[in-house]
């Protein structure tokens, strides 16, 4: 077995924070979604999965949360235009 990145388990807590400030803005099936796939070690497929069901509600997060998608989303291909770089 090798030993997970450091880096994963920060962006996993670095996801759930976005999480828990948006929880409210997302379906319970996406909640359900992004859960799942931090605990498969997956923090950038479900920060993704986030940003595509936030992107029309930008204008209504908070400027925190849109700095850290887009901190974490970086150049990532396929992250919603609304946090782009």
């Known amino acids: 077995m090798t030993a997970r990145d450091p880096w994963v388990d920060q962006e996993i ?16 099936w996406r909640v359900d979604g992004v859960e799942e796939l931090l605990r498969n070690d997956e923090p950038q497929e479900a920060l993704l999965g986030i940003a595509w069901d936030l992107g029309p509600l930008r204008d209504q997060l908070p400027e925190h949360v849109v700095r850290l998608i887009r901190e974490l989303a970086g150049h ?10």
């Open 13 to 28: 807590e670095s996801v759930r924070r976005i999480l828990a400030a948006v929880s409210g803005h997302l379906s319970p």
């Open 76 to 85: 990532t291909d396929g992250v919603h235009p609304a946090f782009q770089r």
